[in-house]
């Protein structure tokens, strides 16, 4: 049975920062490119982020740009999201997501590119 479980949520001030971490079992994790995606109060769900099964590559949506990290290792099944200078529209429900086909790779990918969810942690901004 895949898993993903998110953790490393909280509240956080302006200009603060966070590292989200998930955690992965139920199938190979090396064999495949992770996510993450959040979702904002009333808002649809939105790409965050996204790496290859090798951790080489990544990508960011231009909001986070400059400021959010991805990072994975695979030898503990976990992925990573290191989040600096926080701001109050970076408020979201934070789900880690896993690609439906293995040894693939999007630079953007699509919300149905994904088979899996966690169930997400909360982020939240204060200004």
């Known amino acids: 049975e895949v898993q993903l479980v998110e953790s490393g949520g909280g509240l956080v001030q302006l200009g603060g920062s966070l590292r989200l971490s998930c955690t992965a079992s139920?199938?190979?994790?090396?064999?495949?490119?992770m996510s993450w995606v959040r979702q904002a109060p009333g808002k649809g769900l939105d790409w965050v982020s996204t790496?290859?099964?090798?951790?080489?590559?990544?990508s960011y949506t231009d909001s986070v740009e400059g400021r959010f990290t991805i990072s994975r290792d695979n030898a503990k099944n976990t992925l990573y999201l290191q989040m600096n200078n926080l701001k109050p529209e970076d408020t979201a429900v934070y789900y880690c997501?896993?690609?439906?086909?293995?040894?693939?790779?999007?630079?953007?990918?699509?919300?149905?590119?994904?088979?899996?969810w966690g169930q997400g942690t909360q982020v939240t901004v204060s200004s």
């Open positions: 997501t896993k690609y439906k086909d293995a040894n693939t790779w999007y630079i953007q990918p699509f919300n149905d590119e994904y088979d899996y």
């Open positions: 790496i290859n099964n090798g951790g080489v590559s990544t």
């Open positions: 139920g199938f190979t994790f090396s064999s495949y490119a």
